[in-house]
């Protein structure tokens, strides 16, 4: 024993001062490379925390110097700090430099060190003892398997996590739409959206009254003040009425009980573009916030405003969506009405300049606020109101602009035909009846399409056009023999829907705003003023009775089962008589 | 007071509707009067072509010079030394990049992505190694590859990791590749070169989360040999299958093996195969049996993690930029989230419609589908077929450098005394 | 029992022999298939001064410490203007060039006196940090003759550029290293 133990002293010995001094050496630089790196860790906390701090401070001494603009010895900090952070960050860059290369020298030095100390001192090959040869290489294998499937088992429930993630499913057909839309016969009882069922201006009911007197209270079954103004106009579905109202704070919907005239509710839609501590949103006084009216399907509102906002609210005031499409770049202010097809919410969304190419036509599920479909649209700003009828056996989406009128699938979003006949700032919504569309180039004239077409149809599908004048405002209405034109200043006109020849031309000597609406055999106008002047729909001229109701109205009626309900610009009025109820 | 602030916010609101890239010359270039000259924009040239050929041409003379030292030289010393200089030149000189793992990834996109073509030096870089590996097994592991470079030279304390531990840990690796193929095929992410845990210190420059993994890494290299080689290298793979079909052959000794065992804690890799013992009697009857079972397992395997691989579609094609931004895009206008990103802005100002960018997503979703089967398919072989292959007897006699998992480091040679006794006779050999 | 023992020895080496062959077949195969795609160039990374946004990933996604990204001026198109809003921030007052009031964090833009009204703006690469604050005032309010690029003196030409990666707006591009840099050209619309 004892001349072993000489015998590996004797060998230590020889080994040992070489042995000694590549192991201090490994020693010093292990403790050298982790300074270093300590110095590193700490350089780049630093950094992060320097840097946070000196933007922050930064900052708010420029904000203190905007208010104080002569404080000179502000600006002389502001720019001694700013001078500090260059120079800590040039300093910082060129340590990281140099620092790297020393880690490195170091890190290289201690490890050339210890291979030095582990070649002088060999340690001799010992395998160990094996105990039980035998079993051993069958348990290895044994476990190499259980191993195998652990990490298989590792992997599964890894992929099962990550694919209960997040589903987001935005394939077009795949999107959650709703099942649940109202059926034609349903939209056809009520008065859904602007100009009515189809957007075509006809009151589905003859039983409407045709006399009142607002101000001694005839007729009137009940008047409802309205909480915000807007544009526009009132929108019935069975025992609810709903308008939208809004101004540079608030933007809302309200919901009155059609028969007994209560505010029911008023569903406000948060938009991100009226912060009361910015820049108040400028629109035109005119235009106002809520021009756009709304629309219902019978199981929910959906409203859109000036500022691009839309909401969506249930019968019973819930807030079920709202979106943010952005500030629509219109020049009068955005105030193309919704329209609605089954689940789909559709919104004429056109804005910009001729060359912006930024207008386009979107569907929104009307449960989710989802974008079903969304198509671009060639033309600039409009103001006119898009119309969903059913044309033969297929349904056309048809909208005017400058310089298109343009039908589209409104399920589909797809482009059905095109005509090229407008020009200008187009807001008269275009009509239907008995196979041609009638839309309106303001102030130049009346133009009647084909609505059989297919793709660009402005050579073959115009049938006639009169262009005489047309209105800028108010859009026309027709009950397929006659087509009757309202021009915001008084001048009614009738045309043959069949060749154009127009049959009378009276100058009503009244400003409107409002659309004409078909009853029956009657055109209702309604004047700024708020008279309602019932005239005979026929190839002359007659005048049959004129309503006062003692308010200004700029929004279109609505007609219903025995019921007008007319929006003042303070108050809805409910017009009825008493027996109907 | 007119302020120029307010000037300028008129002038942004025009000019912001129009976006950041669409500049137009809003002032008017100016007319100098006195004799002024436009400087020029510098435009400093990257490396030239040159130099890839150079690396090229050193890349095969390394790996030639790798293969003579394993096979022929077998000098433990000599490879240590060729391995410290392929470490400094396409490691600290070449910072690493691009390497034959991660030319893994080009060749993959160019196959896929029409578009894209391999340049020449990383074609080479790729099939040179593999080309080599099919002759003289894994040589470019031991002594051209930088990353088993560094990882070899901090071992400083080798612990031997159990063969069953190694078998299940190595299958990370299969992952990886499958995973990196898949990023690769589908224009996502080079996923290898992201993750590349010691390009950073190549570099001396990087990422701060892929260093800490290359610190770390290289901590656990101190005690466990070559940790990214055994078990995370996808390069690896390649070549352990094309090593096992290797005409030459890295041995301990070429002269005969007397079993005397003194190899056995030489090889820190855990490559060295033990001779095999007969199994009990029993166990015979109950291994045909699991056998058995095991290659039924197999297809049933490859069809089940392919189908999961597939399924997965909506999570791994979110690696893809586009899909992340129709994702968001679409989170945005269904109002579930409030802010917007810098992507989704960027991408509303480009006009370009949404639907386009859905159903470019919805294209990649799909090849991911398609892809998923493949990933999968391909982990499940591979698990498939390992526990198979560990539940086999085979037959050895000797003590064996395993034939795809020796890395040709060359330590064992000195351990063996019929290799000792070899070099003595070859350096008394009579002149 | 030798000659079968031989035998399957043999048939098992032919097995070998012929997977390896095949092996070299394939690897022959794929190489040839590189090579009829051939681009004779390497690829390096730059970025679409059209497409770029000017986010600031430059300066902080660069694995280099120092990004390689910086700021370039085509002379040609800018407006050389007394105040540039590349230079300066919005709303400065008093309108001078102190620290405070210029746009750039690091003072890598330089401005310098031509002639009544006219001021050179160069870059100083040593100081750029590649943050972008300058090319979105170029490009939002002025001609937009500072946009940002990768430098090759510096860029290391990584096989996925960390920065590409996070570009929200994917104006990275692969371009052949003969002609490695996109720069803006006059009078684009």
New interface residues.
């Given amino acids: 024993m004892e001349s072993n133990s000489d015998k590996t002293s004797q060998i230590n010995e020889v080994t040992s001062p070489w042995y000694r001094s590549a192991v201090t050496t490994a020693i010093v630089c292990a403790v050298f490379s982790l300074i270093v790196l300590t110095l590193f860790v700490i350089n780049?906390i630093q950094f992060r925390i320097i840097n946070t701090n000196w933007e922050i401070q930064s900052l708010n001494?420029?904000k203190e110097?905007?208010q104080n603009?002569d404080d000179e010895q502000l600006?002389s900090k502001?720019?001694q700090l700013?001078?500090e952070?260059?120079q800590y960050?040039?300093r910082r860059?060129d340590f990281?430099?140099k620092g790297?290369?020393l880690l490195?020298g170091s890190v290289v030095i201690m490890?050339i060190a210890?291979?030095s100390a582990?070649t002088f001192k060999k340690k001799l090959?010992?395998?160990?003892v094996l105990s039980n040869?035998?079993?051993?290489?069958?348990l290895?294998?044994?476990?190499?398997?259980?191993?195998?499937?652990?990490?298989?088992a590792v992997?599964?429930s890894g992929?099962l996590i990550?694919?209960m993630?997040t589903?987001?499913d935005?394939?077009?057909t795949k999107v959650l739409i709703s099942t649940s839309y109202p059926s034609l016969e349903q939209i056809n009882k009520n008065w859904p959206g602007f100009r009515g069922p189809e957007g075509l201006g006809i009151s589905a009911y003859t039983n409407v009254p045709d006399s009142w007197n607002g101000k001694s209270n005839e007729g009137i079954l009940w008047k409802t003040k309205i909480p915000l103004q807007g544009n526009n106009s009132p929108v019935v579905w069975e025992d609810r009425v709903f308008l939208s109202g809004g101004n540079q704070n608030e933007l809302k919907v309200f919901c009155f009980n059609a028969i007994s005239g209560k505010l029911l509710w008023a569903g406000e839609i948060a938009s991100p573009h009226l912060k009361s501590d910015e820049e108040p949103f400028e629109v035109m006084e005119d235009t106002g916030f809520a021009s756009p009216t709304v629309v219902t399907d019978g199981r929910r509102v959906y409203a859109i405003f000036v500022t691009g906002d839309i909401g969506s609210f249930d019968f019973n005031g819930k807030s079920v969506?709202?979106?943010?499409l952005g500030i629509p770049?219109s020049s009068y202010g955005y105030a193309s009405s919704l329209a609605i097809y089954r689940n789909l919410v559709l919104i004429q969304f056109d804005q910009g300049g001729p060359e912006d190419?930024?207008s386009r036509m979107i569907a929104l599920d009307g449960l989710?606020?989802?974008?079903v479909?969304?198509t671009?649209r060639p033309v600039p700003n409009s103001w006119s109101s898009p119309i969903v009828t059913k044309i033969g056996d297929q349904f056309q989406l048809i909208t005017c602009g400058d310089p298109w009128v343009i039908a589209y699938d409104p399920a589909k979003g797809t482009e059905l035909w095109r005509v090229k006949c407008l020009y200008g700032d187009v807001a008269p919504s275009p009509v239907y009846a008995n196979g041609l569309i009638f839309a309106v180039e303001p102030d130049a004239r009346l133009i009647a399409i084909r609505a059989d077409g297919q793709g660009d149809v402005t050579e073959t599908h115009i049938a006639w056009d009169n262009d005489e004048w047309g209105p800028n405002i108010c859009s026309p209405v027709s009950n397929g023999e006659l087509v009757f034109l309202l021009a915001s200043e008084g001048l009614l006109a009738c045309y043959k829907n069949s060749d154009g020849t127009k049959l009378y031309e009276h100058d009503l000597r009244e400003n409107f705003m409002a659309s004409p609406s078909l009853v029956g055999d009657k055109l209702y106008l309604l004047t700024e003023k708020g008279v309602m002047l019932i005239i005979q729909a026929g190839p002359e001229y007659k005048e049959l009775t004129k309503c006062e109701l003692g308010e200004k109205c700029y929004a279109s009626p609505a007609f219903v089962d025995g019921r007008i309900y007319i929006r003042g610009l303070e108050n809805l009025y409910c017009i009825g008589n008493n027996a109907s109820e | 007071m007119i302020r120029i602030g307010y000037i300028i916010i008129g002038i942004a609101v025009l000019c912001l509707s129009s976006g950041v890239a669409s500049a137009l010359e809003r002032f008017p270039p100016p007319e100098f009067e006195s004799g002024y000259e436009f400087p020029s924009t510098t435009t400093p040239h990257p490396q030239q072509d040159i130099y890839e050929y150079i690396d090229t041409f050193v890349l095969l003379a390394a790996l030639g010079i790798s293969s003579y030292l394993v096979l022929k030289k077998r000098s433990r010393r000599a490879i240590f030394i060729l391995m410290v200089f392929s470490l400094l030149y396409f490691g600290f000189w070449r910072k690493g990049c691009v390497c034959p793992i991660g030319a893994t990834q080009n060749i993959v996109l160019s196959i896929f992505d029409h578009s894209y073509a391999v340049p020449v030096a990383i074609a080479f870089f790729f099939l040179l190694p593999l080309v080599f590996a099919l002759f003289f097994g894994r040589v470019f592991c031991a002594a051209v590859c930088p990353l088993g470079a560094i990882q070899d030279l901090v071992l400083l304390r080798p612990v031997s990791v159990p063969n069953w531990l190694e078998s299940g840990l190595r299958m990370f690796a299969y992952v990886y590749l499958a995973a990196a193929v898949l990023f690769a095929a589908t224009g996502s992410a080079f996923l290898i070169c992201r993750y590349d845990p010691f390009v950073a210190f190549f570099r001396l420059n990087g990422n701060l989360n892929v260093l800490i993994i290359g610190t770390c890494l290289l901590l656990i290299s101190v005690f466990i040999g070559r940790p990214y080689c055994r078990f995370i290298c996808p390069y690896g793979i390649l070549l352990r299958q094309l090593s096992r079909l290797s005409k030459w052959r890295v041995t301990i000794t070429p002269d005969e093996c007397i079993q005397c065992r003194l190899c056995e804690d030489s090889c820190p890799y855990g490559a060295i195969r033990r001779p095999s013992v007969n199994w009990p009697a029993t166990e015979y009857g109950r291994g045909k049996k699991r056998l058995a079972v095991l290659l039924v397992l197999l297809p049933i395997l490859m069809i089940l993690c392919g189908w999961s691989g597939s399924s997965l579609r909506k999570v791994t094609s979110r690696m893809h930029p586009t899909v992340r931004l129709a994702e968001r895009i679409y989170l945005e206008d269904a109002g579930k989230v409030e802010d917007t990103t810098d992507a989704s802005l960027a991408f509303r100002a480009t006009g370009k419609e949404t639907g386009t960018l859905y159903e470019e997503a919805l294209n990649i979703r799909a090849n991911f589908g398609l892809g998923g089967w493949f990933f999968g398919g391909f982990v499940g072989l591979m698990i498939g077929l390992k526990l198979i292959t560990v539940s086999i007897w085979r037959q050895r006699t000797d003590y064996e450098a395993g034939r795809a998992s020796c890395l040709a480091c060359g330590r064992c040679f000195r351990y063996c005394p019929m290799e000792r006794a070899r070099l003595k006779k070859t350096k008394e050999a009579p002149v | 029992m030798m000659s079968e023992n031989k035998k399957n020895i043999n048939r098992r080496h032919f097995l070998k022999d012929g997977v390896w062959a095949t092996c070299l077949a394939g690897l022959a195969g794929l190489g040839g298939f590189l090579l009829s795609k051939l681009k004779k160039n390497n690829t390096v990374w730059q970025i679409d001064p059209y497409v770029c946004v000017a986010c600031g990933n430059c300066a902080t996604y660069c694995v280099l410490e120092d990004s390689a990204v910086k700021c370039v001026q085509v002379y040609e198109i800018c407006g050389y203007c007394d105040i540039c809003t590349g230079y300066l921030e919005p709303e400065v007052n008093p309108p001078d060039t102190g620290a405070e009031n210029e746009l750039c964090p690091t003072g890598a833009l330089k401005r310098v006196f031509v002639e009544d009204p006219y001021f050179e703006y160069n870059v100083d690469e040593s100081l750029c940090n590649g943050c972008g604050k300058c090319v979105k005032g170029c490009t939002v309010f002025g001609n937009g003759s500072l946009f940002l690029q990768v430098r090759h003196d510096r860029c290391l030409n990584c096989n996925e550029c960390s920065i590409a990666a996070a570009c929200p707006s994917q104006a990275y591009k692969r371009v052949p290293a003969n002609e490695p840099y996109l720069l803006k050209k006059m009078d684009h619309a």
């Fill in positions: 780049y001494l420029k110097f905007g603009l600006l502001i720019r700013d001078l952070f260059r960050r040039i860059l990281s430099r790297g290369y490195l490890l210890i291979k582990d090959p010992a395998p160990q040869k035998d079993n051993e290489q069958l290895h294998a044994k476990f190499a398997r259980w191993a195998v499937a652990a990490g298989l992997l599964g992929a990550l694919a993630g589903d987001i935005f394939g077009r969506w709202t979106r943010s770049d190419g930024i989710t606020g989802q974008t479909w969304e671009k």
